[in-house]
C-alpha cells in the first residue's frame, strides 16, 4: 500500500495541464505498465500526471504525488502497482462525488484516468455523468470485461494456473488421487477454463455452465473403472452446483461475495471423496480413495507480468495518454483484434464478457 502524502501544486508547472491516474480493486500484473504509458504519453504534450494512492480511497482523501518520467522508467517489468490499489467506494458516500470535484480542483486536475475492473470502472461511469471527465483502462486477472478482446493480467495468471496443475498432475498421479484446483475467476470461468485445458484437467467447472454434482462424480467414476486412478478438477472460485445449497460468504465495498472465504475446492472435495468411498461399483480399493483441495488464490495475481501483458497495458496506456491530450473523456480503452481501441464507458461497463458456449463445448472433448 502506499504511503499518504500531503499533497501541494506543483508550482513550477503551475500553467501546465494536468490529470490524475489512479488503480483500483484487486491488483492485476501490467498496472505498471499501464501508468508508465499514460505518465510518458502525457509528458510528450507537456502535461504533468498526478498518481491518486490506493484508487478512489487517494482521490477522496486527496493522497498521492506526482509522477515523474524517471519513477516510471522501466516499470512494466514489475507487479503490483506503484501507486496502491483498494476497494474503495465512493458512490457509497453521498459526498462522493462532490469530495472527488473538489479534490480535482484544488490540484487543478482536469480529470482521471481510472484503471480498474467493473466496480472502479463503474464509479468512474458514475462520476462522469456527474460531469467529471474520465478515462477508463479494463483491469482484471478474471478477463469478464466488455469492449475488450482481453484484459491485460488474465494471460499471465493463466500461465502461473497452468504452470500449478502441471505440478498437480505429477503427484495426483503419484497417489492416485483426485485433486480439486480453485482458481480465481468471480463471475467467469476464463481462467480456470485456460489453465485448465492447457494442463490438460480432466474437468474444468466455471459459473457460465453449472453441473450437477452427479455429473462431477460420475466423470471421476468413469475414469477410475477404467482404471485413470487420478483426476484433476479445475474450479472457477464462482461456480456453483446446480443442485447445490448456496454457502454464506462475507462481501467488500461493492457487495462483491468474498469467494475465497466459501471453501469451495475443499467443499467438492470431500463430497467427492465421500461419494467415491461409498461407491459399490469401485469394490474393496473405495477404501483407498482420496480428494486433495488446492487453492491457487493471490498466486495468481502476484509477481510479474508476462510479455504479452507487459506490451498490452503499455498500448493502453498509451492509448489512454493520448485520449487524454486529446481531451477525449468519457471513453474506454480496449484491444480489438490486435489494434487499440476506444469505446464509450457507458457501453463498456454495462455487459459482462462471459466465456461462451463454442469455446466451453470445445474444450469439454477432454473432459473424460
Ligand atoms: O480482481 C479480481 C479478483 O482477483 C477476483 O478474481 C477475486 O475474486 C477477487 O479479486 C479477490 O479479491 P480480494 O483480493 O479483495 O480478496
Known sequence: MCEENEILINEETENMRKIGILTGGGDCP?????????????????????????????????QGHWLTLSEVEGIQTMGGTIIGSSRTNVMKDPKGP???IEVLRALDLEGVVAIGGDDTLGVANELRK????????????????SCTDYTFGFET?????????????????????????????????W????????????????????KTFDEIVSLVRRRYLRGDHYTIIVVAEGFELKDGEEIDVGTDAFGNKLLIQKNLAKHLSDMIEAAMRN?????????????????????????????????????LGIKAGELVVNGAYGNMVGMAGNQ??????????????????????????YFK
Not at 459399490?280 to 510479474?304: K, S
Open 30 to 62: 501490467g498496472l505498471n505498465a499501464v501508468i508508465r504509458g499514460v505518465v510518458e504519453k502525457c509528458a510528450e504534450a507537456g502535461m504533468e500526471v498526478f498518481g491518486f494512492h490506493n484508487g478512489w480511497r487517494g482521490a477522496m482523501l486527496a
Open 98 to 100: 462532490e469530495t472527488i
Open 130 to 145: 456527474r460531469g467529471i471527465n474520465v478515462i477508463g483502462v479494463p483491469k482484471t486477472i478474471d478477463n469478464d470485461l
Open 157 to 189: 495468471a493463466s500461465n502461473i494456473a497452468m504452470e500449478a496443475i502441471d505440478r498437480l498432475q505429477t503427484t495426483a498421479k503419484a497417489h492416485s488421487r483426485c485433486i480439486v484446483v480453485e482458481c480465481m475467476g468471480r463471475h467467469t470461468g
Open 191 to 210: 481462467i480456470a477454463l485456460q489453465a485448465g485445458l492447457a494442463a490438460n484437467a480432466s474437468l474444468v467447472l466455471i459459473p457460465e455452465f453449472p
Open 279 to 315: 461407491d459399490p461399483l469401485l469394490g474393496n480399493d473405495a477404501q483407498y480413495f482420496e480428494c486433495r483441495p488446492v487453492v491457487l488464490g493471490h498466486v495468481q495475481r502476484g509477481g510479474a507480468p508476462c510479455a504479452f501483458d507487459r506490451v498490452l497495458g503499455t498500448r
Open 340 to 365: 487499440i481501441v476506444a469505446t464509450d464507458l457507458d457501453r463498456a461497463v454495462s455487459i459482462r464478457k462471459e466465456v461462451d458456449k463454442e469455446f466451453y463445448d470445445a474444450a469439454s472433448l
